[in-house]
């Protein structure tokens, strides 16, 4: 006898023809009747709280190239989700948020579990957010949000679906679509730009993280190189887009108005693809641009095209952008190549007890393999990791694009997920904070449970050292609260599952991180290390 056609068989028929067999969450009551028998040829990534889920799911949708499932709980769930969310919707990452609703015949009462006004929960953190008004539209629905999340700007869209749509009779929804996810630049405007760019004394170009996304590493490297062009990272990235070791490499921008108009000084044209203009953390006044400066930006975002305080702006694709630049650009060979990024890379003549994070990154460098991909939340680190472990290959360096912290350590479940199925075995190092640590620590159950090749190293420093070097930039001394003393982040590692070691040698360090990379499951190295102020 043939199973009835309803609202559920006919979504999951759906997804499957969009090849969404992968569903990131964490169940409730209300999300039961969509998950009932759940079928064989889906998979569920369980994780134990819902912004690990989202955290997870964003990686997974990076690393794959394609929209990512989530499912989690009505208002409560999906009010744990929303820090990470932010972070999907700051990174461009498609994603499909899912939440159960309470019964609609219960609704007008205000029911348990109900999801008041559910559409604007997630606001403004989603492209788009919706409830069905009919049992009926929820296939359509899934369809919609589909093309939302991955047009661009791609980014996360939201469903809200009555738990007892799910039964409803429906006739085979058989309606399917194909979505462009690229939009060319204007060609006469581009022109325009490969024109300023040509003239240009002294050019420097600032990629991205929508470069990487876009596959656009490559391109990147070839404009650089046809310009003999300075480049720099831009101001907290996401996904770096240009390797760090490349002789035009010159560093990181910086993250305040004047430590960036300070390092764009002698430049007569900036031009910035794939970024906002700019990312500013730190209030340190001073001009957006140096004297005699222009600035170009090229984005496929046109809120982040909008939002700039200075420089004309092209819409488009930045890969396909930065191609067409490359055939349109006059050769620069006459240009004076700028000074390669310095590196100091000086130790300390005795080891330190406890260790300096560059004696951290000094030993992993000796140990880290060249295919390794690295997610950093030791926000005040990260020069450090660009001195030492600089990233050289495409879609090999992840980091929040929100600012939020407690997105690194699920996101690397996330990646080393999706490099499993795309059937590509590389190591993923998390480069975690302590402080990070607990924001996500149940994240590492899920990598324990899947056997995941992830090496955490942990830096135990017992305190946010980025917000307290904020505290003195900012001249706010006397902030409680950022301290940590007393984490046992090893002991805490092992009952959730995972092989987890104290460290205090770089000798130590070395050992164990070798060791983890031909462990069978993950691995936490905590790292005993002293606070580093960050360079902001």
């Known amino acids: 006898m043939t ?39 889906f998979t569920y990534v369980l994780a134990l709280q819902e912004a690990s889920v989202i955290a997870m799911a964003d990686t997974f949708a990076q690393v794959t190239g394609r929209p990512a499932l989530v499912n989690v709980h009505s208002s409560a769930g999906l009010g744990n989700a929303v820090g990470n969310l932010v972070a999907a919707y700051h990174g461009n990452t498609p994603l499909i948020v899912t939440s159960g ?6 609704l007008i009462g205000e029911p348990y579990l109900g999801n008041r006004e559910a559409t604007t929960l997630p606001k403004p953190w989603v492209k788009w957010s919706y409830e069905p008004a009919r049992a009926e539209d929820v296939p ?18 939201y469903l809200s679906v009555p738990m007892d749509d799910w039964k409803r009779p429906l006739s085979g929804f058989t309606r399917t679509r194909t979505f462009s996810d690229r939009v060319l630049p204007d060609p006469d405007r581009l022109r325009s730009f490969a024109d300023r760019i040509s003239a240009s004394r002294r050019p420097a170009l600032v990629f991205g993280p929508e470069v990487d996304k876009a596959c656009g590493w490559d391109a990147a490297v070839a404009l650089a190189e046809k310009l003999r062009a300075a480049v720099y990272g ?12 490349h002789p035009l490499f010159r560093g990181p921008l910086g993250m305040s108005v004047k ?13 910035v693809i794939g970024a906002e203009v700019f990312r500013y953390y730190p209030y340190v006044p001073g001009p957006y641009l140096p004297d005699g400066t222009e600035l170009l930006q090229i ?13 004309d702006s092209l819409l488009g694709d930045p890969k396909t952008a930065i191609e067409q630049l490359l055939a349109a650009v006059a050769d620069g060979t006459a240009r004076t190549a700028p000074e390669p990024m310095a590196r100091p890379r000086v130790l300390p003549e005795a080891p330190n007890s406890p260790l300096t994070p560059p004696e951290v990154y000094a030993a992993l460098s000796s140990v880290k393999p060249a295919d390794a991909v690295i997610v950093n939340e030791s926000t005040s680190t990260m020069a450090q990791q660009i001195e030492w472990l600089p990233t050289t290959r495409s879609g090999s360096f992840f980091a929040t694009a929100s600012g939020g912290i407690g ?3 699920p996101a690397a479940v996330g990646i080393a997920l999706a490099d499993r199925q795309r059937g590509v075995p590389r190591p993923v190092v998390g480069l975690i904070g302590d402080g990070s640590f607990q924001y996500s620590v149940q994240a590492i159950w899920t990598a324990a449970q899947h056997r995941l090749p992830i090496v955490y190293v942990v830096m135990r420093n017992q305190e946010y050292s980025i917000l307290k070097s904020f505290a003195v930039l ?30 205090d040698t770089t000798e130590d360090l070395q050992r164990e991180f070798k060791a983890a990379l031909t462990a069978d499951t993950t691995t936490v190295i905590v790292v005993a290390t002293q606070p580093q102020k960050a360079m902001l």
Not at 101 to 106: D, N, P, S, V
Not at 259 to 271: A, E, F, K, N
């Open 3 to 41: 199973e009835q056609a309803t609202v559920r068989s006919g979504t999951y028929d759906l997804l499957r023809s969009l090849g969404l067999t992968t569903v990131f969450g964490n169940p409730g009551s209300t999300e039961q009747p969509f998950l009932q028998e759940f079928p064989e040829d």
């Open 101 to 106: 609703q309470q019964h609609r015949e219960l």
């Open 140 to 157: 359509e629905a899934f369809l919609r949000a589909y093309a939302m999340a991955l047009q661009p700007p791609a980014g996360p869209v």
């Open 234 to 245: 831009s101001p907290l990235l996401d996904r770096a887009s240009f390797p760090e070791d």
């Open 259 to 271: 430590t960036i108009s300070d390092r764009l000084t002698g430049h007569d044209l900036v031009v």
């Open 299 to 311: 984005t496929g975002n046109p809120d982040v095209a909008a939002a700039a305080r200075v420089g």
């Open 407 to 409: 997105w690194g350590t």
């Open 474 to 503: 900012e001249e706010t001394p006397g902030v409680p609260g950022l301290d940590l003393p007393g984490l046992d982040i090893a002991g805490v590692a092992r009952g959730f599952g995972c092989r987890a070691v104290d460290v």
